[in-house]
């Protein structure tokens, strides 16, 4: 059986390092994440945008 990697998300390592408002914003979103890598654009894309 293969796992969503989003189902195991609030686990990762680089996920709980996030910021709280990151880590809220993704998990509320549809997006469906594939791998880490995917997590860290879709982080680093957030930050970006709100300036931080």
């Known amino acids: 059986m293969v ?3 989003s189902e195991n998300m609030k ?3 680089y ?3 996030l910021p ?3 880590q809220e914003t ?3 979103t549809a997006i ?3 791998s880490e890598e ?3 654009q879709c982080a680093e894309k957030l930050m970006q945008n709100s300036g931080n």
Do not use: C
């Open 3 to 5: 796992t969503n990697f």
């Open 11 to 13: 686990s990762n390592a």
């Open 26 to 28: 993704i998990q509320q």
């Open 38 to 40: 995917e997590l860290r």
């Open 32 to 34: 469906t994440l594939h």
């Open 15 to 17: 996920f709980q390092t």
């Open 20 to 22: 709280a408002w990151v």
